[in-house]
């Protein structure tokens, strides 16, 4: 089964393969990048973003979340090309994040990326039938009918949602000074608002909160109208992150402790040869020579 996005819509795409509880993969092409998504018995099961689509892959929505760090990031894919596992596999083994964590992003990967391919107007699809056994360390299938709902309700309100706030990137924080009840809120609000204490920029808020961008912006919306938060639009080459900042401040005082160690064996060194000059001299050794006789 393949053809043209324009002919066969993708709700109706999705629809077909869950009604027919097919297994396979459907990928759809659009955009210069290619996203697939895998079936089994009609459910979607795991999603493969296109690798020029690094804010979709699991590694970086997890480093985003402060799951794992660039080094632990590089590492396990690393060890993921030499061994043939899956990133998640691996993390699961080497106990790095629990199961429900992953299952959490897992489930983020899958609607994120759906609600991508839904923006397509143009573009290709291809479905492609086998068996599919869904991995035993993965998070719970997802029946596309309930994943398209929220996918509508996406293109419907996520622009309204975002009329709120800066047209482009912007800065979000808690207001100071506002006393704050958070069994008021709801809990998404609740989630939303302690992510708030990890970064000022709102896509890494959504990610440590596990939300996606329309969960997270209607959240952001609600407690901007309640007062409760303050935002400002960000210059080009100015967005500022408190997690860049601990790095930059890290990298500086490494650069310190560098020279400091610099000038530490410098002042060594020359002390060295100045202790050797004067020890080796004729006079320090014609007193040497006395002391000797002396005795």
Do not use: H
Not at 38 to 64: K, N
Not at 189 to 206: I, M, Q, T, Y
């Amino acid at each position: 089964m393949q053809g043209k996005i324009a002919d066969f819509s993708i709700p109706d795409i999705f629809q077909l393969i869950s009604s027919q509880g097919k297994s396979g993969a459907l990928s759809i092409t659009g955009k210069e990048r290619v996203t697939v998504f895998l079936f089994s018995e009609g459910r979607i099961v795991d999603v493969q973003p296109d690798r020029r689509e690094a804010r979709s892959l699991l590694g970086t929505m997890l480093r985003d979340a402060g799951y794992l760090t660039d080094s632990e990031v590089k590492r396990f894919l690393d060890a993921q090309s030499a061994g043939g596992k899956k990133l998640g596999e691996l993390l699961i083994e080497k106990g790095k994040l629990s199961r429900e964590v992953l299952s959490r992003y897992l489930a983020l990967q899958i609607r994120e990326c759906l609600f991508d391919v839904l923006t397509f107007r143009e573009g290709e699809y291809r479905f492609e039938g086998f068996s599919v056994r869904p991995a035993t360390w993965g998070g719970e299938s997802i029946r596309p009918d309930v994943l398209m709902m929220e996918g509508m309700q996406f293109l419907d309100e996520y622009p309204l949602c975002r009329q709120k706030f800066p047209p482009g990137p912007f800065r979000v924080s808690r207001k100071r000074g506002e006393r704050v009840d958070t069994y008021a809120f709801s809990e998404p609000e609740r989630v939303l608002w302690k992510a708030l204490d990890f970064s000022e920029d709102p896509d890494r808020v959504f990610r440590k909160a596990c939300m996606t961008g329309l969960e997270g912006i209607k959240g952001l919306g609600a407690l901007l109208e309640r007062g409760l938060v303050e935002v400002s639009a960000v210059e080009e080459g100015d967005r500022i992150d408190p997690v860049q900042r601990m790095r930059k401040a890290l990298s500086s005082r490494r650069r310190l402790l560098w020279i400091y160690a610099a000038l530490w064996a410098g002042g060594a060194m020359a002390a060295a040869v100045w202790i050797r000059n004067a020890l080796l001299s004729p006079g320090a050794t014609a007193v040497f020579a006395g002391w000797v006789n002396f005795f």
